[in-house]
């Protein structure tokens, strides 16, 4: 149980244009979930947190309008990287946990592949 | 003071030994402790949780615990080639809170 599917797995676009990855709880609901950013032999870093309706919370320095999340129902989390460039190339997480199971520990998606030439 | 730190370079051990991971953390409050393994372009998978301070076994795998130092280890015994990968300590401050704090991670490679 609780798997989260991320898609698609690998994207390349061009600089300039805008790259949209979706999260999904496939078996249970998630009022929140997570997206991590991560550059090569660094660690994951915690970029915002997606609320189910309601406005994501960014951590800092993470610009919102670059990085567009919506979180439109209990199973589905969008991220939208507009305006993309080289230096946004990463590899991108997204994570939940089942609603209300406060001790369970988060589970990740397969992560995103984004390359931006 | 980064929040969670693990410092030691990659690790080789010899298939069948023990391989000891160590992690520290800086905020005293801390309760939700984790590590993950990930494989080279995967996402990272769970391997243990642990909240309380002592020893948490679960098959080849042991975390340990020690709020009062602020560090928690993982040892791997037994150890196998599919246990090749890097291994993310991963902190929280409240328990059922889900911003993680990760490590850099340590490479762990397994040698036949």
């Known amino acids: 149980g609780a798997v989260v599917s991320q898609h698609p797995s690998r994207v390349i676009c061009k600089s300039g244009t805008s790259v949209k990855i979706e999260c999904r709880s496939l078996?249970?609901?998630?009022?929140?979930m997570f997206w991590y950013r991560q550059f090569p032999k660094q660690s994951l870093m915690l970029m915002a947190t997606s609320n189910e309706g309601s406005k994501a919370t960014y951590e800092q320095g993470v610009e919102k309008d670059k990085f567009l999340i919506n979180h439109a129902s209990l199973t589905l989390s969008t991220l939208t990287v507009t305006s993309a460039h080289p230096e946004d190339s990463s590899f991108y997480i997204c994570?939940?946990?089942?609603?209300?199971?406060?001790?369970?520990?988060?589970?990740f998606g397969n992560g995103t592949r984004l390359t931006v030439t | 003071q980064k929040e969670v730190e693990q410092n030691s370079g990659p690790l080789s051990v010899p298939e069948g030994a023990i391989a000891s991971l160590n992690c520290t953390y800086s905020d005293r409050v801390s309760q939700s402790f984790f590590w993950y393994r990930q494989y080279s372009g995967k996402s990272p998978e769970l391997i243990m949780s642990i909240y309380s301070n002592g020893d948490k076994e679960d098959g080849r795998f042991t975390a340990q615990l020690n709020k009062a130092s602020q560090y928690v280890s993982l040892l791997i015994r037994d150890s196998q080639p599919s246990d090749s990968a890097t291994y993310l300590c991963?902190?929280?401050?409240?328990?059922?809170?889900?911003?993680?704090?990760f490590g850099k991670g340590n490479q762990v490679v397994v040698i036949p």
């Open positions: 991963a902190v929280s401050r409240l328990r059922g809170n889900n911003r993680l704090a």
């Open positions: 078996d249970f609901q998630a009022t929140t």
């Open positions: 994570s939940a946990r089942p609603q209300g199971s406060k001790d369970s520990p988060l589970h």
